[in-house]
């Protein structure tokens, strides 16, 4: 299976279905960002620390996997010069939505976030890369390339799953239980539980360790700086956190 081409359709239909990561923000949002009043979201519900971001004026800031009208066209808001890069056409033409609505300048790249070969290197000040390295089956590639795109002192923002989260299911009487052992492969399901687990029309999911999430980084060349957990709608959310934010610093010369 290419599993790229099945996720890029499954998302575009997921704009479809309005999935709420495929809403563009309102005009509200946009005029608030011009005044300086901004959030947003690296993972489901925390919002990331104002520290974590340099001014925006001027930079560069690559939204990497990152379609959806949703964080692109707040930082363009704020002054920042955009490029949202997504696998899916229909969300990146969410932020071709909200850039011809709101009158903003948004560039946007479909492709695959583990080859960023269309930038030179050195083109960034930020990378933002919300929860989505869950759909691709190997994620080292996406540390080294963003290392790489980004400039010296630039840093990486990215959100991703702790692994427990694809651990967990219900039973027929609703308790929680301990099902799937790791590495977790969304393809290794039978229809019944990929519908119970994800829904209607979902992309194929993979786990990763946090070796790879974190020491990825790490062995990538990333420092890294600041980290959070967030909590998670996902059944183990009962019990402890599902989400990871991490701040990292590509080193100056």
Not at 10 to 35: C, F, G, H, L
Not at 49 to 63: K, M, N
Not at 212 to 229: M, R, V
């Amino acid at each position: 299976m290419d599993v790229r081409a099945y996720n890029r359709s499954m998302w575009d239909k997921q704009v479809e279905q309005a999935n709420p990561w495929t809403v563009p923000v309102s005009r509200d949002v946009i005029e608030a960002a011009r005044r300086g009043e901004w959030s947003v979201l690296l993972t489901e519900r925390t919002p990331v620390p104002r520290e974590w971001f340099a001014p925006l004026v001027g930079a560069d800031v690559l939204c990497l996997a990152c379609g959806g009208g949703q964080q692109g066209p707040v930082f363009a808001a704020a002054g920042a010069k955009v490029t949202v890069f997504d696998n899916s056409p229909r969300q990146l033409g969410q932020d071709r939505i909200v850039a011809e609505r709101e009158g903003l300048t948004i560039a946007t790249v479909e492709g695959d976030m583990r080859d960023l070969g269309v930038f030179a290197d050195a083109s960034f000040d930020v990378v933002f890369h919300p929860v989505s390295n869950c759909f691709i089956h190997e994620i080292r590639p996406v540390w080294r390339e963003v290392y790489r795109v980004l400039r010296p002192g630039g840093a990486l923002l990215a959100g991703f799953n702790n692994p427990a989260v694809y651990v967990c299911d219900r039973d027929e009487a609703g308790e929680l239980v301990a099902r799937y052992s790791l590495p977790f492969d969304s393809r290794e399901l039978s229809d019944e539980e990929r519908l119970r687990m994800f829904g209607d029309d979902s992309p194929i999911e993979f786990s990763h360790s946090l070796t790879d999430q974190i020491g990825g980084q790490l062995d990538a060349g990333f420092l890294l700086t600041s980290l959070y957990e967030d909590a998670t709608s996902e059944p183990i959310g009962a019990f402890m956190p599902g989400y990871i934010a991490t701040r990292a610093v590509k080193p100056r010369a």
